[in-house]
């Protein structure tokens, strides 16, 4: 192919990269997200002035509370580490078919 032929391909190649490099950036920040919120959860409880009884039902409470959330978020978290594998796969793939590309309009 002569480096007329490739340089459309190159620029299209290069826009497809950013893309699924975007697309790979917005998955990792909703994963990390999901991961902040789980983190959220485990924070100890603050000391309060209720009586001792009442304060033991309202942690108990909380903590029913918190490991519904948790099973919510971790299911979340399983999606979007999917989703995350796949964008990464395909960052990979276009990194790949435009180094490939660009290499190949250098040498012409």
């Given at each position: 192919m002569s480096?007329r032929?490739?340089?459309p391909?190159?620029?299209?190649?290069?826009?497809m990269?950013d893309?699924?490099?975007?697309?790979?950036?917005?998955?990792?920040?909703?994963r990390e997200?999901?991961?902040?919120h789980?983190?959220?959860?485990?924070q100890p409880?603050?000391e309060t002035d209720?009586?001792l009884a009442?304060a033991?039902?309202?942690?108990?409470l909380y903590?029913?509370?918190a490991?519904a959330?948790?099973?919510?978020?971790?299911?979340?978290?399983a999606?979007q580490t999917?989703?995350?594998?796949?964008?990464?796969?395909?960052a990979q793939?276009a990194?790949?078919?435009a180094?490939a590309l660009?290499?190949?309009?250098?040498?012409?």
């Amino acid at each position: 192919m002569s480096p007329r032929t490739l340089r459309p391909l190159v620029e299209i190649s290069r826009l497809m990269l950013d893309h699924r490099l975007a697309a790979l950036r917005r998955a990792a920040a909703a994963r990390e997200e999901s991961k902040a919120h789980l983190a959220g959860l485990s924070q100890p409880s603050a000391e309060t002035d209720l009586p001792l009884a009442v304060a033991a039902q309202a942690s108990l409470l909380y903590e029913r509370w918190a490991e519904a959330r948790r099973a919510e978020i971790n299911l979340t978290l399983a999606r979007q580490t999917a989703e995350w594998i796949e964008a990464r796969d395909a960052a990979q793939r276009a990194f790949g078919r435009a180094d490939a590309l660009r290499r190949l309009n250098d040498r012409g």
